[in-house]
């Protein structure tokens, strides 16, 4: 066994292709020299090829209540390989931090994502207050939500690191032009990514004239998509209307590079509610200006009117307004669009946001 000074452990890794996935498969990568990672075993999938140690553990029980405590015994049996635990899940890992903690005497940081937190607040708010404040860190990936956790839990040990964008991912290129409007949204197929609002505001467009020519990608799988589908066909935008499902990292890139615009208005749902939004940065790492809602977290990965532009939540004739605006105006789409790119290679790499960690991990 390597030792390593940072265990991070997690049943949401690469090659998984969600956010939070995402996040810490480059945050393993970019602390490769110092962190072990154990992670939930694969199902049906490749394994990645990565430059630190990657085990595949069980990490919940399947006959022992409470789940999580072959967690803790193994966060106790591998106690002499590590100084500090890292997980990215509140609840239940990171309770088995903190019992773990009781016996080993090691420190646990969390990572808090959005979702994670208000889900624990409805069922289990103590607990999460007593994981939260016995943490050595809690790393939010918004200042939105580091203020929510200041206000629910009274926490000064707190850290914003924003998602990242592998430099891998992010282009130069520009985007070839068409005679067709292209606009895109990447994302599980669920109610709270909003699809049926950018088909809803399309419609409009298409029935009273404004927007005739125009082709809307959606990328991504899930329990929304024969509704979604059905809805397309409903609106009569069959023919422009594309779904793609899951697809591979490199077909991803094409698809970004082919959009004009990226749109995703999410949904302001009290519990289950985009923390920030990835793809945001993903899109604006091929210079492809967003389309979002207005509300905290969001406004924060989509600078309105300077990367992007932001609607209220639901308002689905400002979405149309929106999305005209930037079919009329190529110069706009590319003022933003190249504001967008500039600000992702700057603010949004690994080495910008995971580096402010370094001085608590000494």
Partial sequence: MIEKDLLLITPDFLPSRGGVARYLGLFAEYFSQRVRVIASPLENATEVAVTYPLDRKPLLSKYIWPKWITSVLLLVREAKSYRCVITSHVIPFGTAAMVAKWFTKKPYIVITHGMDVRLALRSKKSLTSRVLSNAYLVIANSNALAQELQQEFGLKNILTIYPCVDPKFVSSATNVASLVFRLLSVSRLVDRKGHERVLQALALLKMNGSLSTFRYTIVGGGPMRQALETLAIELDLGSSVVFKGDVSDEELRTVYSDADVFVLPVKNDPIDKEGFGMVYLEAAAY?????????????????????GLLVEDGNIEALAGAILSLANDVLLREQLGNAARMRVTTEFTPAAQFSKLEPYLV
């Fill in 287 to 307: 210079g492809v200006p967003s389309i979002a809602t207005r509300m905290s977290g969001v406004d924060e990965a989509v600078l309105d009117q300077e990367t």
